[in-house]
């Protein structure tokens, strides 16, 4: 037996060390983030939930929230098809945008602009029939005014532009054609993605030159009842574009951006960030603030689809159930054409694919049994969130476990403090999942109980007495 | 000859109105910024109190107090309150909006030493006035305290009023302390030691205000500021502060605009004074006086302005401020001067009076 020793030298084990060092290193940086994110997941607060069945405090609105906005996947009436099915979500108002690139809406005879309402009258209708009023986000440029007629360019001459507004107000809130009341007009859709023109708040593409013709447009409406502009309708909630609103002096009735958030908490964030911006400014302070758009991401997922996104619409709820914006549009009613996958935005599937409902869609009305007088509850954790009412002394506790990362489940301890003594009650239902209904007996003025969640889940828990 | 004194008395008139004209422009600008600074003085004062104003519990016992509010003369549309305390001994349990805001803003969160919440009024047309209950807030006593803790208003705390640009309004903010035992026996609300508001406590934003009234929270019966006056103009610097509280209570008094606190006794006939030893700046002044009504358990607040007068202003009407004042008036009559100076000019020159 031999052993043969082959001596290599310092520059190729250099050379080699180096390969393993570029090849490893990835493998490292990726083994190391994992290890942070297990340890900062496995280092939440679980919850532990306390409900003061006597500390009440302001009443629930739950109207905020049944707002929707539909996006231009097709260039047709998209709702017409599902308006019995928008219709028992209650919505109070939808949401459109391509307003002037879809519906032929704006044409030229000479120099003068003329307009014909039809086709986008017919996808109001459609509106309209499902209850709610519409949103116009007034968009995009009208070709035939548009510089080189790009849609996401400036007007050539920026009077049209502020005519074709005044128009557009006048057919929808004009006493004299369409008669619609409460009508807001929301100036452009996300006019900072490049998708939509790269507006800014100054040089070429000066989103306040854009705002202010239309607010020339809204303030020349003849013969209308009453309306709101606002926006600056963009991707996220900026200080610069707010403030910069503010400060341009053009009339302002709301404010309104998009949220694509995956964490719920940063709703609740924005609307403190938003309000602490205003406070210096008496005049805004208190004017409606919409998000007009909100999802987990703004990229399609299949978290659309399921129990997830369901579960983000109902934790986002939590968050702005207290202080919440005016209304909070979700993103969006039906699926464009082609996403059998399940990556769609919407709580529809589309025509082509059989018009389906998904989780997300029935969360809306699962909530609105918590309108009442909100009662105190503390513990909330990471993942598990909730809020808790009494109407018509009845207890009602909605908990929701979201986690955003990962798959958490958890069993969280619930109790009820203050109670009267006696029999109760309690049904415990899942949102699209079980429901069992329990009778108890309490006597010690509290009550508690605990409650399996799995990941994604919404759990609604009501409190009857018996006698 | 008498063409030359006519030259000379020209160039000494053109001289005089140079003079004059040179004079006249520093002059009127420093009154008008005068009267800028003696209106922005004028602006009303609003002020925050946290109700009861000192409290008594157990380790694991909860309370509640409630942020009141005076808006005094301002019309109020949002605050955002900001609360610190120390997070060893007390835990904020809730925060949420009182009766007098019909609407949350923001949620009221609580943090570690920390409650905030927002509010707003119903509209910019229904502007939030008068004294009232803003928000409510519980606590949860977690430590005992070897002399009182605080829960007090963080900088941070703004109040919004139509009229008054960006301004915080608030000028005033009384905190509240709590006393925490092992002791089975106690918990309920002790009417002393009543607490002193200290320097960081209170948020100096604004010159305070001559309000002219009282703004006792339950009524001026039980705490009044009787001497000075509301808006006396005081030709002493160093004044004596006079005034009614409940019998043998604890007063508390703030002096702004640099705000100065003191306490004082009130006797049992619930009469206090007090005798400011140091000479106040001239110009107008607030007091907040506090102090606890032993039967409700509420802080009482009443508010005065007066002013420190130098012997030389507002001596002919003794109003301590002006009506209004603002630089457009100011400028005008400038300009009406100086129409007159030229006419004045003029005339002589075109009619060549000879001599």
Request: proline share 5%; net charge neutral.
């Amino acid at each position: 037996m031999s052993i043969y020793i082959r001596h290599v030298s310092n520059r190729t084990t250099s050379v080699i060390s180096l390969l393993a060092l570029l090849i490893f290193l990835p493998l490292f940086l990726l083994a190391i983030r994992e290890t942070v994110t297990l340890i900062s997941r496995a280092s939440g607060k679980p919850a532990n939930i306390v409900i003061d069945t006597k500390s009440q405090l302001e009443p629930i609105k739950t109207d905020f929230y049944h707002a929707f906005a539909q996006g231009g996947e097709e260039n047709n009436d998209m709702i017409a098809s599902i308006i019995s099915d928008v219709k028992a979500l209650k919505p109070k108002y939808i949401r459109i945008d391509h307003l002037y690139d879809y519906y032929n809406v704006v044409g030229k005879n000479g120099d003068s602009l003329v307009f014909d309402w039809s086709r986008l009258d017919a996808y109001v209708n459609s509106i309209t029939a499902t209850g709610a009023k519409p949103v116009f986000a007034l968009s995009y440029m009208p070709s035939v005014i548009a510089k080189d007629g790009v849609i996401i360019n400036p007007p050539n001459n920026w009077n049209e532009w502020a005519t074709v507004v005044q128009r557009t107000i006048e057919h929808y809130s004009g006493k004299s054609e369409r008669n619609m009341t409460g009508i807001m007009y929301e100036v452009w859709n996300e006019p900072d993605l490049a998708q939509f023109g790269s507006w800014k708040m100054g040089g070429d593409k000066n989103y306040l030159t854009l705002y202010r013709y239309a607010s020339i447009g809204a303030n020349n409406a003849q013969n209308s009842n009453t309306f709101s502009l606002g926006g600056p309708s963009t991707t996220g909630l900026y200080k610069t574009w707010i403030i910069g609103l503010v400060n341009s002096g053009n009339r302002v009735n709301f404010f309104s951006w998009h949220s694509y958030l995956s964490d719920p908490v940063r709703f609740a964030t924005d609307q403190r960030n938003l309000v602490s911006w205003l406070l210096p400014y008496p005049k805004y302070t208190l004017l409606p603030k919409l998000i007009t758009e909100f999802g987990f991401t703004g990229s399609k997922s299949q978290g659309y689809s399921g129990t997830f996104g369901a579960a983000h619409v109902a934790s986002v709820i939590r968050q702005l159930i207290s202080g919440g914006p005016t209304y909070l549009f979700s993103f969006q009613l039906k699926d464009g054409p082609l996403q059998s996958d399940g990556t769609g935005w919407g709580l529809i599937t589309h025509d082509d694919n059989g018009l389906k409902k998904k989780p997300r869609y029935y969360v809306y009305n699962f909530i609105d049994a918590m309108v009442g007088d909100r009662l105190r509850l503390s513990g909330e954790g990471t993942w598990v969130t909730g809020f808790s009412s009494i109407r018509d002394s009845v207890i009602r506790t909605l908990l929701i476990n979201f986690d955003a990362t990962g798959n958490h489940t958890e069993t969280v301890p619930i109790t009820f403090v203050n109670l009267d003594s006696g029999n109760y009650t309690v049904k415990q239902r899942f949102l699209v999942g079980r429901e069992t209904t329990t009778d108890i007996s309490v006597t010690e003025s509290s009550f508690s109980t605990t409650i399996t969640m799995p990941a994604q889940s919404v759990v609604l828990l009501e409190i009857t007495k018996s006698n | 000859m008498l063409r030359i004194i006519d030259k000379d008395m020209k160039k000494v008139v053109f001289i005089l109105i140079g003079i004059i004209t040179l004079l006249a422009i520093p002059a009127t600008v420093f009154l008008a910024m005068r009267t800028q600074e003696l209106r922005k003085k004028a602006a009303p004062a609003t002020s925050l109190t946290l109700s009861p104003a000192t409290v008594a519990k157990k380790v694991g016992e909860e309370f509640t107090l409630e942020i009141k509010i005076n808006t005094a003369e301002n019309q109020v549309v949002a605050t955002e309150i900001n609360l610190t305390f120390d997070p060893t001994k007390l835990e904020a349990l809730t925060i949420d909006k009182g009766a007098k805001f019909p609407n949350i803003l923001s949620s009221g969160t609580v943090g570690s030493g920390t409650a905030t919440i927002a509010l707003g009024a119903e509209n910019t047309t229904s502007p939030i006035t008068g004294v009232g209950t803003a928000a409510v807030v519980t606590f949860k006593a977690l430590a005992t305290t070897t002399s009182p803790v605080s829960i007090s208003f963080a900088p941070e705390t703004f109040v919004g009023a139509l009229g008054e640009s960006t301004t915080n309004v608030l000028v005033s903010s009384i905190p509240a302390s709590v006393t925490i035992t092992s002791n089975a026996t106690s918990g309920t609300i002790t009417p002393s030691p009543t607490p002193t508001p200290t320097g960081s406590s209170l948020i100096p934003t604004l010159t305070p205000t001559p309000t002219g009234t009282q703004s006792g929270e339950t009524g001026a019966s039980s705490l009044q500021i009787t001497a000075p006056t509301s808006n006396q103009a005081l030709l002493t610097d160093q004044p004596t502060l006079v005034g009614k509280a409940p019998a043998n209570s604890t007063v508390t008094i703030t002096i702004y605009s640099d705000p100065i606190t003191v306490t004082v006794l009130a006797d049992a006939n619930g009469n206090w004074s007090y005798s400011v030893p140091n000479p106040l700046g001239s110009g107008p002044h607030t007091i907040v006086v506090a102090a606890l009504d032993p039967i409700t358990n509420q802080t009482n607040t009443a508010t005065l302005a007066f002013v420190i007068s130098d012997g030389t202003e507002n001596g002919a009407s003794g109003s301590a401020m002006p009506v209004s004042g603002t630089v457009e008036n100011t400028l005008i009559l400038f300009m009406i001067g100086i129409f007159f100076i030229f006419i004045g000019t003029l005339i002589p020159t075109f009619t060549k009076i000879r001599l």
